[in-house]
């Protein structure tokens, strides 16, 4: 167990609905990172957020947008869904200073019919 | 986006075999790390290298951060069934954002 939580484990929606995915850090972490896993394009890198504020941000799609609440978990939200966003979401999260390490959850795997 | 360039991509080997995998970039990083993924779970660290020319170990695991600090592999000696999974390098370049880029994987089978 990584110590990062996310929910909901699964999740099946339609074409052109919206969804939330969450996560919570590991305890003592600041740094959040969201990762998209597809079969065609791997591990890819969506968007970074470091106490309550945007640091870095990858091939995220316009429809996707992420924040970081005071306590520190995040929520990663996806809107006007494609078949072609269905795929696993992961959370990472890494220590205090920002960098070092990043532990995952066990995502979510987001189903799109 | 951009990938690191793994291989093999799969592997299928008798216990007790060693195994070996690599990862090649065009770019440089400061860090390199290797992961482990289960069906239906998260990555997992299985070692992280800091510093060109570092050789790690954990347990039957070891890993290389390459001098030109383009590459890395990681062996696995004496294999047994539960080594069975995707296995994933990640190079990340602290100071741009500190996120990870990703190899494409190396299936691990072992046959009992």
């Known amino acids: 167990d990584s110590g990062v939580t996310q929910t909901p484990k699964h999740l099946i929606t339609a074409t052109g609905q919206r969804v939330t995915l969450r996560c919570s850090p590991r305890s003592g972490d600041l740094s959040v990172y969201w990762y998209q896993q597809s079969l065609d394009q791997g591990l890819q890198f969506l968007i970074q957020y470091y106490n309550g504020e945007e640091r870095a941000k990858g091939n995220i799609l316009e429809r996707f947008s992420a924040q970081q609440f005071p306590d520190l978990h995040s929520e990663l939200n996806l809107s006007s869904l494609e078949l072609g966003d269905s795929a696993l979401y992961f959370c990472a999260s890494s220590g205090p200073s920002g960098e070092g390490t990043q532990y995952f959850g066990p995502g979510t795997r987001l189903t799109v019919l | 986006g951009q990938q690191l360039n793994q291989s093999p991509q799969s592997m299928f080997i008798q216990e007790g075999e060693d195994v070996s995998m690599n990862c090649t970039s065009s770019?440089?990083?400061?860090?390199w790390l290797w992961y482990k993924q289960d069906p239906g779970e998260g990555p997992v660290l299985l070692i992280a290298?800091?510093?060109?020319?570092e050789l790690t170990s954990n347990g039957r695991l070891t890993a290389q951060f390459g001098i030109t600090r383009k590459d890395s592999f990681l062996n696995i000696s004496a294999s047994i069934p539960s080594d069975v999974g995707i296995y994933f390098c990640?190079?990340?370049?602290?100071?741009?954002?500190?996120?990870?880029?990703f190899g494409g994987g190396t299936r691990l089978m072992v046959k009992p």
């Open positions: 990640a190079g990340q370049f602290t100071g741009a954002g500190n996120m990870l880029t």
């Open positions: 290298l800091y510093k060109a020319g």
């Open positions: 770019s440089i990083f400061n860090t």
